[in-house]
């Protein structure tokens, strides 16, 4: 599945891989565009599956070594300095691969020996209940591999978990009840929430519902960041996401997120003059 460059002989063994669903508003690319711009990483490779679309396209980040450099629908950047290895997907699956790329994906994860899985998800906005509507727009899940990592993103970050939901439309009656199963925690501590499989609702948020229920048995550490958002101008909401990652891996320098070159056509150029 991996495809590396010719002059890339590193292993990602004990690496944190960074994957970002393509899902509502493409937060998620765009946080990781903000990731790979800042960190500067380098391109390690692609990944090479029948279930991705084609796409090419022209230099996307301002630190890179060559002009003209072309980018493929989906790569993979690296850090060996930090062990990190970012993917960025710029396009959707193609309709009956969403099975099988996800067990492939994680068996990729699996026999590189990484570290953790974390996926970048945004989901729409406007499904989301009352409770929601309060405070960050941001929620996390952990897999059973990873739920150590709970008590520290509960009560240390002060995160808030995904709320459990069984569908689109639910009872008025239901919507404050949360199901909970503790798994852990003595009193003062954080008590760990386990959404069984019907209780986990992520409209329009790409294939990260199903990588979170397939992670555990493919033996993959596995975190989701979810941001609520809608269509539109996205730059906010990304650099809510990437800043959100950074409170727990401490990814951003002194200087800030540095925008990509490319965030300059994004919208397009001004009106003609004479268009009014």
């Not at 939901?165 to 798994?183: F, K, M, N």
């Not at 596995?222 to 269509?231: E, G, K, P, R, Y």
Request: hydrophobic share 40%.
């Amino acid at each position: 599945m991996f495809v590396p460059r010719r002059d890339y002989t590193a292993s990602l063994e004990g690496y944190r891989i960074i994957f970002p669903c393509v899902s509502v508003g493409n937060v998620p690319q765009l946080a990781v565009d903000l990731i790979i711009n800042t960190l500067r990483l380098s391109c390690a490779g692609y990944l090479r599956h029948p279930g991705l679309l084609p796409l090419v396209g022209n230099d996307a980040f301002d630190h890179l070594k060559s002009p003209g450099h072309l980018h493929l629908s989906t790569e993979v950047y690296c850090s060996h300095e930090l062990k990190l290895a970012v993917v960025q997907m710029r396009v959707p699956l193609a309709k009956g691969y969403q099975k099988v790329f996800v067990e492939d994906l994680l068996t990729w994860v699996r026999d590189v020996k990484a570290s953790d899985l974390v996926v970048l998800t945004s989901s729409d906005a406007v499904e989301r209940r009352d409770s929601q509507l309060l405070g960050r727009p941001l929620r996390f899940m952990v897999n059973q591999l990873s739920l150590p990592l709970y008590e520290h993103f509960a009560n240390d970050l002060k995160w808030s978990s995904l709320e459990p939901r069984t569908s689109a439309v639910e009872p008025a009656a239901s919507l404050g009840v949360c199901h909970e199963l503790i798994v852990c925690g003595r009193e003062g501590e954080a008590q760990v929430k386990v959404l069984r499989d019907e209780e986990l609702f992520l409209p329009s948020a790409g294939i990260a519902r199903r990588l979170h229920l397939s992670s555990s048995q493919w033996n993959v550490k596995m975190v989701t960041l979810i941001a609520f958002c809608s269509q539109g101008d996205n730059i906010a909401d990304s650099i809510g996401m990437a800043s959100y990652l950074n409170e727990w891996l401490h990814l951003q320098g002194p200087q800030g997120w540095a925008c990509p070159k490319s965030w300059g056509l994004m919208y397009g150029g001004p009106s003609p003059d004479n268009l009014f």
